[in-house]
């Protein structure tokens, strides 16, 4: 296993619903990183965290909205979300983030469909 | 230009080849280099990192190339187990990682 969890592995959604993916990693480390990967797309970066303190927002829109309670924790909240957004959302960790990066190790990924 | 860019594929090889993929990125201030491997429908993993020197592991061997900006992997003796998409992965903008398309590899009996 990865060291990272992710759940739910599968959900399907409607346009109004509201909810909230959620990842765990068992691995000591102390970034976070929720990436989203559409079918034929590069892997895009939505957000990271670095002890616990958003560090990158790549112009995601509002729709979602992260959490970090802690370094062995991360949320990805959904709402009012878009059949456009059907795709791939991975987590990931690595050790905190420096002037060079840290090799990411991801978790098993939830695969979205909103309706 | 994108900023990491590799040829989608597919790579068909039949077992026992050698093939080798090349990915160019666009950032020559790039730090840190790495492929990753993605079996369909599965998470990324690190298949391994890519230094200065080149470095070899197994049957995988990855080589930088600064001045032409690019980094390459070259795959031994081919298993139908290697069937997977490559991702090669950049420091880019920001110092963060940028992950190319990746390269799909399709290894037949």
């Known amino acids: 296993e990865t060291g990272v969890t992710q759940t739910p592995r599968h959900l399907v959604m409607g346009m109004t619903n509201k909810k909230s993916l959620k990842c765990e990693q068992h691995l000591g480390h102390n970034a976070m990183y929720w990436y989203k990967q559409s079918a034929k797309k590069p892997l895009e970066l939505m957000f990271v965290?670095?002890?616990?303190?958003?560090?990158e927002n790549n112009s995601v829109p509002s729709r979602f909205s992260p959490e970090c309670p802690n370094s062995s924790h991360l949320f990805l909240h959904l709402h009012t979300l878009q059949p456009e957004d059907s795709a791939l959302y991975l987590c990931a960790s690595s050790r905190p983030r420096q002037t060079t990066n840290e090799k990411l190790f991801f978790g098993s990924g939830t695969q979205l469909s909103v309706l | 230009r994108k900023e990491v860019e590799q040829d989608p594929g597919p790579f068909n090889v039949p077992e026992g080849a050698t093939v080798a993929f090349n990915c160019t990125y666009s950032n020559s201030a790039s730090q840190s280099f790495f492929w990753y491997r993605q079996d369909c429908r599965k998470e990324p993993k690190l298949l391994m990192s890519?230094?200065?020197s080149g470095n070899e592991d197994g049957r995988f061997t990855a080589q930088l190339n600064r001045a032409s900006q690019y980094i390459s992997l070259l795959i031994r003796d081919s298993k139908l187990s290697d069937s997977a998409t490559y991702l090669c992965?950049?420091?880019?903008?920001?110092?963060?990682?940028?992950f190319g398309g990746g390269t799909r590899l399709m290894v037949k009996p």
């Open positions: 965290y670095n002890f616990k303190e958003q560090t």
């Open positions: 890519v230094y200065s």
């Open positions: 992965v950049v420091t880019g903008a920001g110092n963060m990682l940028t």
